[in-house]
């Protein structure tokens, strides 16, 4: 599990549905500057952030341009994204819940980085 950043992380790239939401629930909606594509645009506050990860892939360049300074990323995503990101410099963080305890820790990871 990873340690608490130094300094927190103010512009998140989440990179799935289920970690935008948990993002916003832990407060840090103000810092989350990009989402993954979702047809249920929940939470509503998070409607107008641009869609960085579709079925389809991630759109590396234009996490990159937000300037993200962390990622939130799922074992779904692709692997090659996640290793492009990594190689330009851009923290990721790989959750992989398959249980509820999963989830359980996988909150707490999010909230000590």
């Given amino acids: 599990m990873p340690t608490a950043s130094p300094t927190p992380r103010s512009r998140i790239a989440s990179l799935t549905p289920a970690a935008t939401e ?16 979702d047809i249920d ?18 759109d590396v360049e234009q996490v990159v341009d ?5 990622v939130i990323a799922d074992t779904l995503n692709p692997a090659d994204a ?9 923290p990721v ?7 509820l305890d999963g989830v359980a820790a996988a909150v707490v990871c999010v909230l000590v980085v």
């Fill in 93 to 99: 963080v790989v959750l992989g819940a398959t249980s």
């Fill in 41 to 58: 645009p929940f939470p509503p506050e998070a409607d107008a952030l641009p869609i960085v990860s579709r079925f389809t892939g991630v």
């Fill in 22 to 37: 948990i993002l916003f629930k832990l407060g840090a909606g103000e810092r989350t500057v990009a989402k993954a594509e």
């Fill in 82 to 90: 996640i290793t492009q990101l990594r190689s330009l410099g851009v």
């Fill in 66 to 70: 937000l300037e993200a300074d962390l």
